[in-house]
C-alpha cells in the first residue's frame, strides 16, 4: 500500500543502520553514513520536511535495525467498541501505543488502557498481527507491526488520560473520523467480524 520510494528509503535507513552497526572499517562506516544521508533526503524531499528533523528522527536508532511494534486494545461493550480521541490530532483511535522494553503484550495493553481509559482489563486474545505497509495508513517512516488485542473490562471509571481527551464506544454504523497513523477503517471493520465470528484465526499479514 506504501509507496515504492517510501519503502525504499526504510529500506536503505536498515542497510545503513545495520552497516554502522557491524563495520570497523573506518571506509565502510563512512558508505554507510553516506547511505543514511541519502535515504534522509528522499524521505526529506518526499515528505516536504526538514531534513534536520528526519536526521533525528532516526539519531537514536542503533544496533540492528528491526520493525517496530505498536499494540492496540480491543475492547467491546454491547456490541460497541472502546476508542480514545487523541490529543495529537483530535481523532479516534484503539487506544494503545508502542510496545515497551521488559513489558510483555500483555502487559503493555493492560498499561496503555488503563493509562488512556481508566479501565481495568485483562487481556485475552490476539486478533491481528497486520504489518502497516500493507494498510491504507499515511506514509511512516519506521516499519511498524500492529498487535490487536482483546481485552475484558474488570473494573475501573472510563476517564481521559494524559495523551486523550475523549473516551466513549462507538457501533460500527457511528464510527467518528479516525486517527488513521493508529488505525484505519478496514481495521475497525475487521474487529467487529471477530467479535460476530468468534472462532475467526488470527489475521496474519
Known amino acids: 500500500m506504501e509507496p515504492k520510494w517510501l519503502t525504499w528509503a526504510k529500506e536503505l535507513q536498515a542497510i545503513a543502520q545495520n552497516g554502522l552497526t557491524y563495520s570497523k572499517d573506518v571506509y565502510d562506516i563512512e558508505r554507510f553514513e553516506e547511505v543514511r544521508r541519502i535515504s534522509n533526503e528522499i524521505l526529506a524531499t518526499q515528505t516536504l520536511t526538514d531534513n534536520q528533523i528526519i536526521r533525528n528522527l532516526f539519531a537514536n536508532e542503533t544496533g540492528y535495525a528491526t520493525p517496530k511494534v505498536d499494540i492496540r486494545g480491543v475492547i467491546f461493550r454491547d456490541q460497541q467498541l472502546l476508542m480514545v480521541k487523541e490529543k495529537t490530532d483530535n481523532k479516534w483511535a484503539l487506544p494503545g501505543g508502542w510496545a515497551d522494553v521488559g513489558l510483555s503484550p500483555r502487559e503493555v495493553v493492560v498499561k496503555e488502557v488503563k493509562e488512556e481509559t481508566g479501565l481495568d482489563v485483562e487481556a485475552n486474545k490476539l486478533l491481528a498481527v497486520l504489518d502497516k505497509k500493507c494498510h491504507p495508513h499515511p506514509p511512516s517512516a519506521y516499519h511498524v507491526y500492529k498487535l490487536f488485542i482483546q481485552c475484558e473490562i474488570k ?3 472510563l476517564e481521559t488520560g494524559v ?17 488513521e497513523a493508529r488505525n ?7 474487529l467487529f467480524h471477530h467479535l460476530n465470528h468468534p472462532n475467526l484465526e488470527v489475521k496474519l499479514d
Open 155 to 157: 473494573g475501573g471509571t
Open 163 to 179: 495523551e486523550t481527551s475523549e473516551v466513549s464506544f462507538f457501533s460500527p454504523d457511528r464510527i467518528p473520523e479516525l486517527s
Open 184 to 190: 484505519t477503517k478496514s481495521q475497525i471493520d475487521l
